[in-house]
């Protein structure tokens, strides 16, 4: 077992239920067994722990995934564990992996409430609590009745109340939570944010989340997989060839390469991984081995598409 913490974090998102948002061949499943998914989930918690993660991220809207996490930190006991988790979604799929409604969303005070009642199980890890996709259509960031409880949470638990952002708009969303105040005091500080190779368009907002000293957690970092060659996406071949050879350079796979790139320009408090298996776990921690120079940075830099056009893509992906 590695004694060392490592930077990447686990998403649990892929654990907890059958079929989620990524580039993987759409399938029709007839053999599922709940037993042996959950079985697996509460297996890869374990390998990634035995592998040094000790940042954990879930959210009711993930299926099990909340409840593995519950029941598998039962099972420690290591101050070093830190667990975030979310609110605002409603899995609805009920683990059918040919479920074609899979989450509904609302941010309701009622919802915060139902879904606080399941997460306060997480507690003494839980040390993250975010708003689960804040958008300006919910009215999330307005709804006074929210946020006031959410400031309630900081200072009877002490959490990092945060929230987790996506879509071309990520950054006005952003823009619009950092100046967020109750009772005078900044109300989040805590930011899940998509950023990878392709979707860079965070830069734009670290001079200022640097200055206010807020946490920033990458998620998407692989592009829901978009990252590795695939012809489905010919337009992408200047990059498949810069990361096939950057990688080959430092001796690990793309993802590494993929991973660490976020870390060495963003500098955030973590990445996450969304491997749903330990042979993806370790390939992702190979980028703790590795450090990009300024010419592989700057080589990758020019791969970014507009936010536009990152999301336009994004939509069209399917849950598989
Ligand atoms: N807040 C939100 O709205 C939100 C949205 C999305 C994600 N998240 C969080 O962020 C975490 C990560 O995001 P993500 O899973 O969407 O995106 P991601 O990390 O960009 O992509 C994950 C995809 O990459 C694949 N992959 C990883 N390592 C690989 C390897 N070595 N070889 C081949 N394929 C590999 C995974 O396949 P396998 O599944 O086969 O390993 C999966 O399809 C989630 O688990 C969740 O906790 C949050």
């Given amino acids: 077992m590695k004694n060392n913490k490592v930077y990447l974090g686990l998403g649990t998102a892929a654990i907890g239920r059958p079929q989620y948002i990524n580039i993987r061949e759409k399938t029709t499943k007839t053999d ?17 722990y035995e592998m040094g993660i000790r940042y954990f991220d879930t959210a009711p809207g993930y299926g099990m995934a909340e409840n593995l996490l519950i029941e598998w930190l039962k099972t420690i006991e290591d101050p070093q564990v830190e667990v975030a988790t979310k609110w605002g979604y409603t899995y609805t799929a009920n683990f059918d992996p040919n479920a074609t ?17 399941t997460s306060v199980q ?17 009215g999330v960031l307005e709804n006074e009745g929210v946020l006031r409880r959410l400031a309630q949470l900081k200072k009877n638990q002490g959490l990092v109340i945060g929230l987790t952002s996506t879509g071309s708009n990520q950054l006005q969303v952003l823009q619009q939570a950092l100046s967020i105040q109750i009772e005078g005091v900044p109300l989040f500080d805590a930011f899940q944010v998509t950023y990878n190779v392709l979707d860079q368009s965070l830069a734009a907002i670290l001079e200022e989340m640097g200055r206010q000293h807020k946490r920033i957690i990458i998620k998407e970092a692989l592009a829901n997989g978009r990252v590795f060659p695939n012809p489905d996406y010919p337009h992408y071949a200047e990059l498949y060839r810069i990361l096939n050879e950057i990688a080959t350079h430092h001796s690990v796979g793309i993802d590494a390469i993929a ?19 330990a042979t993806h776990l370790l390939s992702n921690l190979q980028m703790e081995e590795i450090k990009l120079s300024d010419e592989e940075i700057r080589l990758l830099k020019d791969q970014a598409v507009s936010a536009a056009f990152y999301w336009e893509e994004r939509k069209a992906l399917d849950w598989n």
């Fill in 101 to 117: 409604q899979h989450e509904v969303k609302e941010h309701s005070l009622a919802k915060l409430n139902e879904q606080w009642a």
């Fill in 122 to 138: 997480l507690l003494p890890y839980l040390t993250t609590y975010q708003i689960h996709s804040a958008t300006f259509e919910t």
């Fill in 259 to 277: 991973l660490q790139f976020c870390r060495q320009t963003v500098r955030p408090f973590t990445v996450l991984s969304g491997a749903s298996n």
């Fill in 32 to 48: 599922f067994s709940l037993e042996e998914f959950r079985n697996q989930g509460f297996s890869l918690l374990q390998q990634a």
